[in-house]
């Protein structure tokens, strides 16, 4: 299934549409997608090639963003700071 996901490109359609010109409820649901998508190894490796921590870090300091958008760009943020992986990008 996850190797779908990269092969499909899903991940890069999921990044744009945490976009500012899509809805709120559209962004926080996709916003959430990635942080779940940390959990599998393969897709946490394109996730921090297509510098998607560097993206939820924007979207949490972002003061005119919308707190659901916030809330899951955190939830990311925690998930990715679980992987041993992250922790240099995170710092």
């Not at 991940?11 to 500012?20: A, G, N, R, V």
């Not at 510098?51 to 925690?78: H, R």
Request: hydrophobic share 50%; net charge positive.
């Amino acid at each position: 299934m996850f190797d779908h996901i990269i092969r499909l490109n899903i991940l890069d359609f999921i990044i744009k549409i945490t976009h500012s010109k899509f809805p709120s409820t559209i962004r926080s649901n996709a916003v959430l997608a990635i942080s779940l998508l940390t959990y599998n190894e393969n897709l946490f490796d394109e996730i921090i090639k297509k510098g998607v921590i560097e993206l939820m870090m924007t979207l949490c300091k972002d003061t005119n963003q919308d707190l659901s958008v916030k809330q899951f760009a955190t939830l990311a943020l925690v998930h990715f700071a679980l992987s041993k992986k992250s922790i240099n990008i995170l710092i």
